[in-house]
Every structure is written in C-alpha cells, then in structure tokens.
C-alpha cells in the first residue's frame, strides 16, 4: 500500500510538472508573436510617420542635396558662385545661412573658427599626394602609406568640400585644445551648442556617431564637418536620425526625384 502511494505522489507530480511547462511554452510563444506583431506595426508606422511629415517641395535633384561620397565621386569641378568668409570659400547661396549659425553661437556666449570650406578636386589632390609622400617620407611602402593617407583624407572626388556646400566649423575653446580636429571636440559646450542648433541655420552634422551611419557614409564621426541642406530638409534628417544618404533614399522611395 506505502509503495503504491509512493507510486501516485510521483505521477502526481510528474503531471503537474509536464502541465506547468507545456502552458509556459504556450504562453511564451503567444507573448513572443504578440512582441514581433507589435514590433512589425511600430516599424510600419514610423515610415509610415516619416512618409507623412516628408518635405513636399524637397527633390533629389535640388541643389542643396546634391550627394558626394566614395560611392558617388565627381571628377569634374563644380561651377557655383563664390564667396570668401574668414580666407575660406563657400558657397555664396550658404553666406547668410553660415553667417546666421555663427552669429546665434555668438549670442549663446561661443565664439567660434571656420576650419575649412570649399576645396577644390585640385586642391583635394594636392593635399592627398603630400599626404601619401610625406608618409613615404616616412618609411612607408606604398601600401601602407595609402593605407594611412586614405584613413584620414578623402581620396580627390569624394570630398563633400568640392561642393562649397560643406564647412569644418569649430567652437574656438574646441579648436585650440584640438587644433587638428577629432571627434572629442564635442565635449565643449560651444560644440555641442553647434550640434544641437546647427539645423535651426539649414545644417546638419554630416558625419553621425552610430555605426549604422557609419556604414551608410563611409566616414568615421566628425563632430565638426556640417553640411548645409536647408532648413526644412535639415530638420527632417535631425528628428528621424538620417544620413544624407539615407534621406535621398526616402526621397527616392517617395517619388521625390
Ligand atoms: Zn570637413
């Protein structure tokens, strides 16, 4: 009789325990459908959201979207109107945008340095061969030397500064503690100021942090390269966290040539 009690009590659990796991399975698999339904709709509405609040009178074709990367060089110069700001060229329809941005810096109590502006394919070339010789210079084979050269310069007709569209502009407390420009710039407030207020003027930091950006523009985080491409294209990029690249192809998708 003990035994067979024995018996019963192990069956007894067995059950329960066989039905407590099989209706966690249940649960879970319902829980996790339920999660990836939620997931799908929430990536549908947030295109669905960005195709709605989409620039309408933004096209591919406008000038200030105009897009130079490694995938997409230019060889040949491009012809615009220039002006001179602080010894650096610019695009003259960015004069006002530029000077506005700088002028609002100033007013938050941050002076600030324009670096660099327009260069020229030729100027770009200049800068890459004296690149390449001086590591040669250095001891470098060839490949080594390219290798390096290609790290830290733009190879001529890919630079974003051919299109005069592009600044280097730097909070001048950011520039004299990192005179050759690096990403940690943006520990001071007069260059996160610029990051945060850059779309306000037309700009936007060109070259993002995440690696999803990364890959999109082929360049590491520059926390001091923006780039001009209008206000109501700028604010959009900022608030759906966008490369260039990306946002011409939401354009591109949308029929927005
Ligand atoms: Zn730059």
Not at 187 to 193: G, I, L, M, R
Not at 205 to 225: A, F, M, N, P, V
Request: aromatic share 8%.
């Amino acid at each position: 009789m003990k035994m067979r009690s024995k018996h019963w009590v192990g069956w007894i659990c067995g059950l329960i325990i066989i039905f407590v796991v099989a209706f966690g399975t249940i649960l879970h698999v319902n829980h996790s459908n339920k999660l990836v339904k939620k997931q799908q709709t929430m990536q549908k509405s947030s295109i669905k959201s960005q195709r709605d609040s989409l620039p309408k009178n933004s096209k591919l074709s406008d000038w200030q979207l105009i897009l130079i990367n490694k995938q997409h060089p230019r060889t040949s110069e491009i012809h615009f109107n220039q002006v001179t700001v602080d010894d650096k060229q610019i695009d003259q329809r960015i004069l006002k945008p530029l000077t506005d941005f700088r002028a609002g810096a100033k007013v938050a109590g941050y002076d600030t340095t324009l670096v660099s502006g327009y260069r020229s394919i030729a100027a770009q070339t200049k800068v890459y061969q004296d690149s390449l010789q001086q590591n040669e210079a250095n001891g470098m084979d060839r490949e080594t030397a390219t290798k390096l050269t290609k790290s830290v310069i733009q190879t001529p007709g890919s630079s974003e500064h051919q299109t005069g569209l592009a600044v280097d502009l730097a909070g001048s407390d950011a520039l004299a503690k990192y005179p050759a420009l690096m990403a940690q710039m943006d520990e001071f407030k007069s260059q996160k100021w610029l990051i945060k207020h850059a779309a306000d003027y037309g700009f936007v930091l060109r070259y993002l942090k995440d690696s999803k950006s990364i890959s999109q523009t082929g360049i590491d985080y520059e926390s001091w390269h923006f780039r001009y491409v209008g206000i109501a294209n700028a604010q959009y990029m900022v608030k759906h966290h966008l490369t260039l690249e990306a946002y011409r192809n939401i354009l591109r998708n949308a029929g927005q040539n």
